[in-house]
């Protein structure tokens, strides 16, 4: 167990719609990333959270949106949903500090599959 | 971040070392080179760590030329359960904020009985 947690675990819905997934992260990490894990694309980085504030962003389209909360968990929007955004989508924290080994703690992401 | 070279898939029998290498040949000096391994769909899960020395923890050793060019991850006594993709990846660790992983293709090891 990671210690960062997930939810939802399983998630189906239609073309068009919205989603929010959530992380909560380990506790007392600053840092929150969001990945997209689909089976042509492997492991894609979408954005990074640090403290509240976009750090980094990746290949994440104009349709998703994140944000990270004053409790720092994290939520990802992904909206107008297609076929290929069904995918795994991982949320990862690490440490900071003087704590900070350079490891990323990955959740058991949230599966996605849009019909 | 420097870019990775790995083999697409290798195979390894249970119980013995599995070798993986990882070709990082424009590695800066204050890269480090990261192993991380995704089991089948799970989260990936960090393995070992290390800048210029060898390094040894509980699941694994790290060993990494003198050039700093290749390393090698090293799973002792492989089991089935080590049957994973495994990630090679090279990034400066940033004191008080770690930057993003960036995952290639990574190498599937498959461990046999």
């Known amino acids: 167990d990671s210690g960062v947690t997930q939810t939802p675990k399983h998630l189906i819905t239609a073309t068009g719609q919205r989603v929010t997934l959530r992380c909560s992260p380990r506790?007392?990490?600053?840092?929150v990333y969001w990945y997209q894990q689909s089976l042509d694309q492997g492991l894609q980085f979408l954005i990074q959270?640090?403290?509240?504030?976009?750090?980094a962003k990746g290949n994440i389209l104009e349709r998703f949106s994140a944000q990270q909360f004053p409790d720092l968990h994290s939520e990802l929007n992904l909206s107008s949903l297609e076929l290929g955004d069904s995918a795994l989508y991982f949320c990862?924290?690490?440490?900071?500090?003087?704590?900070?080994?350079?490891?990323?703690?990955f959740g058991e992401g949230s599966r996605l599959t849009v019909l | 971040d420097a870019k990775t070279t790995q083999p697409t898939s290798m195979d390894c029998a249970e119980g013995r070392a599995a070798n993986l290498p990882c070709n990082h040949s424009?590695?800066?000096?204050?890269?480090?080179v990261y192993w991380y391994r995704q089991i089948h769909s799970q989260g990936p899960q960090y393995i070992i760590h290390?800048?210029?020395n060898n390094e040894t923890n509980e699941m694994a050793s790290l060993i990494i030329t003198e050039d700093r060019k290749s390393s090698t991850l090293i799973l002792p006594h492989a089991t089935l359960r080590d049957t994973a993709v495994y990630y090679c990846?090279?990034?400066?660790?940033?004191?008080?904020?770690?930057?993003?992983?960036?995952f290639g293709q990574g190498t599937t090891l498959q461990v046999k009985p």
């Open positions: 990862a924290s690490s440490a900071a500090g003087t704590a900070n080994t350079g490891e990323l703690f």
């Open positions: 506790s007392g990490d600053l840092s």
């Open positions: 959270y640090y403290n509240g504030e976009e750090r």
């Open positions: 424009t590695i800066s000096g204050n890269e480090y």
């Open positions: 290390g800048l210029k």
């Open positions: 990846i090279v990034r400066v660790a940033m004191a008080g904020n770690t930057g993003k992983l960036i």
